[in-house]
């Protein structure tokens, strides 16, 4: 006893100290009323000063769980008892105490279930943004910045809605997007993730029935199953929606939201064409179908062509909400995004928002908010255009190269997505191409039913370097060469 | 046209002049293919230097909308034509399409509905921290610490279950409380609010009702009433839960969970006696009933004795899971808390969080684990509990004086509840008092009947000056005084 101390450098050695006793008390090796060695005794068995010992039992005198006698020493309060003594170890099976919901969750649940990179691998899995680019001195300035101006603001509670710069930065921004707002409102959220998870909450369910592309983002898959909507998903053709089949299914049955992401479409990386925006408005609004925009990705463009969200081409329509990101061009560690929608949506979401989380972290929103407007935004996204659209060329040109016999989609974003012909089965090939070290998505991880998209893959090559671009496509090349 | 450009300082000028050139296309002002003034003319028109009319122009090029022609000039693109020319103005009625989820949410939301304080009143509503305390230094200390060390791992996305280090050092400070671990695991949230929610989501429906305090924290009773829970109020005694009667409800019906709040209850201050809590454990045990425990306020002790959340006393036994919180004693502009639960449980709330919201913000969780392990927390608690100590016995003793015929509870925390002679209604108090500047929170508020609570308030005193303290308990006295 005590000569087993162990110290670490993260803590003062004093709370280690009395963190050390307090355990030996509650585990019992120390009993109530108990004297404990004096400060000189403890101090040698310990090997550290004694006026550390002295501070430790000060802390523990603080709260309660020793107390001194003059002239006699220090002893083991009796608070502690109850807590040894009475310990029942109840048992309850979890598993059969958990809603479906939940059970749910957890069979949806990707990163638990899907085909994960291993360590050293090439993976093609992901479409974070590359941590390389991360311009870590601006974002510290933004962070003095903000905090010198008002770090107790930001640290105390905030409201619901948002931080009310940030707010304000990005009603402008959107504004910039051509956006009308009059009659619309804005949230702030924990991301996109958090975002769409409330719009889900808040819709009446009538039919019980979204319309959303197919295939598409899997998260959405996962949360608009979870919100039990019952899924029709549109067919995509180079251009976009097959507006054909979208016309029908509007035609044939009621429908409660469509999900739907123009630009850079997550995994095929298309861009809805000007023309099938229009008319994908119009049907929506003949059918009184809600959108939720996911605008993820829209930044992210590499030829010189302008995209705007479709909430640009709402004028004072009110049938669109959008959902704001700039996890794929920032930094996703901040948890932060925003919904664009009808004033009176947005009134409802915000009080499901204060019931849920309270607000977003004001730390994350105002840093944000310093960071962009101290103009770091633009230069930080021309940087990153630049360097994604190499890796983008880069993969695009080795693809072409290593595999000529696939069709490749994506004009933009952090990933491209790749239709083998039908006889390749990708999670066949994934398993081959594993054993290489390459890992990638197989691409029926967005459809909607099984046995779809079975030949296809998403390939984010965002984190991937140049060199490791070419070497994981061309061992793709080869794997899918010897398989055919 | 272009001379009332309005420059604002908190954005670079050229992204200004880009803005305003865009917005004017978006809206009309500039047309497809119109040619845009000369660099040399905008740069008078818009009294700014020519070479940031070039930049925004080239900015402009870049987003295409605007093309050169060689040695013409300018000229708006023809990309945004759609976007003018298709607005369909679609009108939806949000309020028809809500769920009875998000009228609920709005409809039990205190922050649209209740009694908030104005600007320059006393208000005794708060019981958030008082920011003066924050120790800014230090905070921007760990920051920049952390940043130096992992800057672009915290900026990049993390993981549901939490950012590690945090994980490890709130383990160990539970351990530190007398938790026993072995079969029990942690996942990170955003606060309190968001874990409650989630164990509400991920808790299996079969009696559809939920045991609690009577009075308790207003919030809990919105998110059970959301998650449609029938609620089942259990008197509190001056040391907590009456037993008889919570024995009598668990023998006359089952129960799905109890929420309980042992340490310094919202609203009442009440700490819960150790036999009490043995009782209770074993209570629970017996019929089977989860305890969800609110640990928010237990470092906010003010007297000698040491108290240790419900969890301590739980042995190896699963069937309590604690929802912890450092907001009242910290910083909860951070939206960080935890939960600890049976291992199974965890897991299953680990994938709803990942659905709901992916993970809480790395930078927060980080920042927190930083100001911790620096060994900030000990030093701050301190100055902390010295600092809400001398108002909680100021505050305690402008009541006995100014309102000697109440009772007031509370051991510990940043408030007290007073009860207040039965003819005392505290909302026509509130109402007199307002008029001379002064505000509290009827303690009607916190429970589950109307008609209950009726002559009590709760008094919230961190964030309100000594003097403060003293005019405004004084103002309600008299205010009493007068109505009785």
């Known amino acids: 006893m005590y000569s087993d101390l162990q110290l670490t450098e993260d803590r003062p050695v004093y709370i280690q100290v009395k963190d050390y006793l307090k355990r030996l008390m509650l585990k019992g090796g120390l009993q109530p009323n108990q004297k404990l060695p004096s400060t000189r005794e403890l101090s040698t068995l310990m090997k550290v000063s004694r006026s550390t010992i002295l501070l430790a039992y000060a802390e523990l005198e603080e709260e309660g769980l020793i107390y001194a006698l003059k002239g006699k020493g220090n002893y083991v309060s009796t608070l502690i008892e109850t807590q040894q003594t009475n310990a029942i170890h109840w048992q309850l099976d979890w598993t059969a105490e958990v809603s479906d919901y939940a059970i749910q969750a957890e069979q949806y649940d990707l990163m638990k279930h899907g085909s994960g990179a291993e360590r050293g691998e090439i993976s093609f899995t992901s479409i ?27 640290l105390n509670y905030g409201y619901a809605q948002g931080y009310r710069p940030l707010m304000n930065y990005l009603l402008h921004y959107m504004e910039n997007k051509g956006v009308d707002l009059a009659g619309k409102d804005i949230l702030i959220t924990n991301g996109f993730t958090e975002g769409f998870d409330l719009v889900l909450g808040a819709l009446r369910k009538k039919s019980g029935k979204a319309l959303c592309e197919n295939p598409t983002h899997h998260t959405a898959i996962k949360n608009l199953k979870l919100h039990q909507f019952q899924l029709t998903g549109i067919h995509m053709e180079p251009d976009g929606l097959d507006l054909k089949q979208l016309e029908q299914e509007l035609a044939g049955s009621a429908y409660d939201l469509a999900y739907l992401v123009p630009s850079y479409h997550n995994p095929t990386g298309i861009v809805t064409s000007p023309a099938k925006r229009t008319e994908i408005i119009r049907l929506m609004n003949e059918y009184r179908v809600p959108i939720i925009e996911d605008g993820f990705n829209e930044e992210l463009r590499y030829s010189g062509s302008h995209v705007s969200p479709l909430i640009s081409s709402m004028g004072k329509g009110n049938g669109l909400v959008y959902l704001g990101s700039f996890s794929k061009v920032l930094f996703p560690g901040l948890r932060v995004g925003w919904i664009i929608a009808d004033v009176a949506l947005i009134d409802y979401l915000e009080s499901m928002k204060r019931a849920r989380s309270i607000h977003t972290s004001t730390l994350d929103q105002s840093l944000l908010y310093q960071y962009l407007s101290n103009g770091n935004f633009e230069k930080y996204l021309k940087r990153a255009r630049t360097e994604y659209k190499r890796k983008y ?20 974003g952090l990933h491209l997505f790749v239709q083998f012909p039908p006889e390749v089965r990708t999670r066949e090939l994934l398993t081959a191409c594993k054993v290489k070290g390459v890992t990638f998505t197989p691409g029926d991880t967005f459809y909607l039913e099984p046995g779809q998209g079975l030949h296809t893959m998403r390939l984010g090559f965002s984190r991937v370097s140049d060199e490791n671009i070419r070497k994981g496509i061309r061992i793709i090349g080869e794997t899918v060469a010897s398989m055919m």
Chains 1, 2 share one sequence.
């Not at 040109?397 to 069709?407: A, E, F, N, S």
């Open 393 to 412: 060329e880069l993969a695009v040109h080795c693809l072409k190269r290593h595999l000529p016999m696939c069709q490749i989609s994506g004009a933009g």
């Open 128 to 154: 974070a943004p590359d941590e390389k680019l991360f311009d870590l001195q601006n974002v510290k300035r933004a962070f003095l910045d903000r905090m010198s101006l008002e770090g107790e603001v930001l």
